[in-house]
């Protein structure tokens, strides 16, 4: 059970692509559709941001896109913008009713 | 509306107990898997535990495995999560999910001489 591996931080300038990589293994992120991924803001829950690898839950904006190679997942935040700013994590389903998460990113915007 | 909201967290001695509770809301219970992340202080994620929908299968992570048990209550629609033999290192906000979109709010457990 070990946590998929996160960057620490990436960071863009406002308009800009950035990109957040969860690397796991074939037993969780190569084997699984089921990848999501989560902003949290300091003191909150984690908000849903992707679920199964691709789909971006209701009122998620089309700036955020999920998408899996292999055994990373990648998270793609498109025109980023100032209120992007957050931690950002992945989640794989890693076998029956078992969940691992990435260590988490922080997301600067410049 | 889908809700989870937890109790029981608190202050407890290294080797203590502790007992957590998630009332759930808005869906039919016996449904949906419940799982347990933690998060401890200026850390990430960590999943703890999972129950099925039925309550028959039950999951922990290796940090907790022996010492933690999960169970779930289809009279009061909650899930329990006992803790025992409690480290310094299990101090953390301990939430409740439905993955992959509903989470409570959190309740923290410090554990502390």
């Known amino acids: 059970q070990s946590a998929l591996t996160q960057p620490r931080s990436v960071s863009g300038s406002p308009g800009q692509s950035v990109t957040i990589s969860c690397t796991g293994t074939s037993s969780d992120v190569g084997g699984s559709e089921y990848v999501s991924w989560y902003r949290q803001d300091p003191g909150k829950a984690p908000k849903l941001m992707i679920y199964e690898l691709t789909k971006r839950p209701s009122g998620v904006p089309d700036r955020f896109s999920g998408s899996k190679s292999g055994n990373t997942a990648s998270l793609t935040i498109s025109g980023l913008q100032a209120e992007d700013e957050a931690d950002y994590y992945c989640c794989s389903h890693a076998g029956t009713y078992t969940w691992v998460f990435g260590g988490g990113t922080k997301v600067t915007v410049l | 509306e889908v809700q989870l909201l937890e109790s029981g967290g608190g202050l407890v001695q290294p080797g203590g107990s502790l007992r957590l509770s998630c009332a759930v809301s808005g869906f039919t219970f016996s449904t949906y898997a419940i799982s347990w992340v933690r998060q401890a202080p200026g850390k990430g994620l960590e999943w703890v535990s999972a129950?099925?929908?039925?309550?028959?299968?039950?999951k922990f992570a290796d940090s907790v495995n022996g010492r933690f048990t999960i169970s779930r209550d289809y009279s009061r629609n909650t899930v329990h999560l006992q803790m025992s033999s409690l480290r310094v290192e299990d101090t953390a906000v301990y939430y409740c999910v439905r993955h992959p979109d509903y989470w409570g709010q959190g309740t923290l457990v410090t554990v502390s001489s």
């Open positions: 129950i099925s929908g039925s309550g028959d299968n039950t």
